[in-house]
């Protein structure tokens, strides 16, 4: 065997030998699939694990995280959107072989598209001015995103010539037009011009919620004081005696929660050893045990107070009030610039967005309140339907007579929950799941000298 021969084969030894192994168990527990992977410890890999579950619309109800030494044990409760078990069997292969391969087969990415990454102060009608403007400009929009928080706006849209269905990147001129009226755009209201930003970049495969984050970071948008009696419940302390940070949250379950808590610590360049999360009827309570990357816990108060202030950013930043409209027909040159149009004639604040094209027909979600951020009035959305086409676009939220009403009713049934929740000892304070940790993590036979 020649010399290179055994080269390869060490190096796929080396491979097969760090790739993670995948365990999906429907048996344990009876109400959602357990999920257990075992990997080498790495950079990003625990992200990498959430990041693709959550990808697959799989809602994470509870997870137990452990690092010994150079590898991790990570244990995921999940269930699909309906809060069923996994029963399809293409699907826990197709899981099982996503996880074992992600981290050696990176995803191609949008190849052939344009990305574009804008980031200024949200104001009502911004995303319709954008889109308009791509219009005019002959770019058709494959994929796009867009998160509003604290007066800000992050976006992230991926586009390619209207006419030829290529990649604009070829033509400089008109990217450098593009750009260019894409960031007087967002200067027009952005009283300090400095956090402006509008970026062109061709293909790659970023992760594009992993970039708004990054991106709503870099603006700076955790840095607006949050209502205490709304905003996630946070605290920083340090566990000095084993050398780590420990980070506890406290607010309501949703999907993704996870992966923006996770997300935001990487791009802090902070590690995870270990961690619990679990939910209790809509509450979602998570501990992290946490170093930074210079291997020290959080070391001063205004790293403490930072590091609270990204992480309820960061959970901020999807937790959305409105009205979910769902729009799906047949694809068509300026159909984006149209439909937000009519929101923004309507007075109709567009608070999130997520734009698909895919086989010719346009799936679009928009989140939208009125321009003061508050419900929007039944009457103007049956208008706007009306406008747009009802058959195209719908109302996917709970959408009764009077939203208000709905909104009064969803906050008689919290405070009643609240009150059962004080009645029985559990309070709404934030507690410490250290014990739950330990406890867990000894029995899953996950640590054996950490502790």
């Not at 060490?10 to 344990?28: C, Q, S, T």
């Not at 607006?224 to 084993?242: A, C, G, H, I, M």
């Not at 997520?354 to 799936?363: C, L, P, Q, Y």
């Not at 049934?413 to 059962?420: A, L, R, V, Y």
């Amino acid at each position: 065997m020649e010399l290179s021969d055994c080269s390869n084969e060490y190096e796929k030894l080396v491979v097969r030998m760090n790739m993670p192994r995948v365990v999906i168990d429907n048996g344990v527990c009876p109400n959602s699939t357990v999920v257990k992977i075992d990997s080498a410890r790495s950079p990003g890999i625990l992200l990498e694990s959430v990041q693709l579950l959550t990808d697959m619309n799989l809602w994470i109800r509870k997870a137990y995280i452990s690092s010994d030494g150079k590898w991790n044990m990570d244990v995921f409760h999940v269930s699909d959107l309906n809060g069923n078990k996994l029963t399809d069997e293409n699907l826990i292969r197709y899981i099982e072989k996503s996880i074992e391969t992600s981290h050696y087969c990176k995803s191609e990415g949008y190849t052939g598209l344009t990305a574009l990454e804008l980031t200024g102060t949200d104001r009502v009608g911004l995303l319709s001015e954008v889109f308009a403007v791509l219009a005019d400009l002959h770019c058709d929009v494959v994929e796009a995103k867009a998160w509003t928080h604290n007066g800000r706006i992050a976006s992230m849209i991926y586009v390619r010539d209207g006419n030829s269905g290529t990649p604009i990147d070829g033509d400089y001129d008109r990217v450098q037009r593009i750009e260019g009226q894409l960031r007087n755009l967002l200067k027009a209201d952005d009283g300090y011009q400095n956090n402006t930003r509008t970026c062109v970049t061709y293909g790659g495969n970023t992760h594009m919620e992993r970039r708004l984050h990054q991106r709503m970071f870099m603006d700076r948008d955790y840095e607006k004081k949050f209502d205490s009696e709304t905003s996630p419940v946070v605290s920083v302390q340090n566990l000095v005696k084993r050398g780590y940070s420990v980070v506890n949250l406290q607010c309501k379950d949703r999907m993704k929660l996870l992966f923006d808590v996770v997300c935001t610590l990487t791009d802090m360049a902070y590690i995870v050893f270990h961690a619990a999360i679990r939910t209790v009827g809509e509450t979602a309570f998570l501990e992290f045990y946490v170093r930074h990357s210079d291997g020290n816990p959080v070391n001063s108060e205004p790293e403490r107070q930072r590091l609270i202030q990204c992480l309820q950013a960061a959970i901020e930043r999807r937790t959305v009030k409105g009205v979910r409209l769902e729009l799906c027909t047949t694809d068509r040159h300026g159909l984006l610039a149209e439909v937000t149009r009519i929101l923004r004639e309507n007075g109709l604040n567009i608070a999130r967005a997520e734009i698909s094209t895919k086989e010719g027909i346009a799936r679009n979600v928009f989140y939208v309140t009125d321009a003061n951020g508050n419900l929007i009035d039944p009457e103007i959305i049956k208008s706007i339907r009306e406008k747009i086409g009802i058959d195209d676009i719908s109302v996917k939220e709970p959408f009764p007579l009077s939203c208000r009403e709905a909104v009064e009713k969803e906050e008689q049934k919290q405070e009643q929950q609240q009150d059962h929740q004080a009645r029985i000892g559990g309070g709404a304070v934030l507690v410490s799941l250290g014990s739950l940790v330990m406890r867990n993590l000894y029995q899953l036979g996950l640590i054996k000298s950490y502790f």
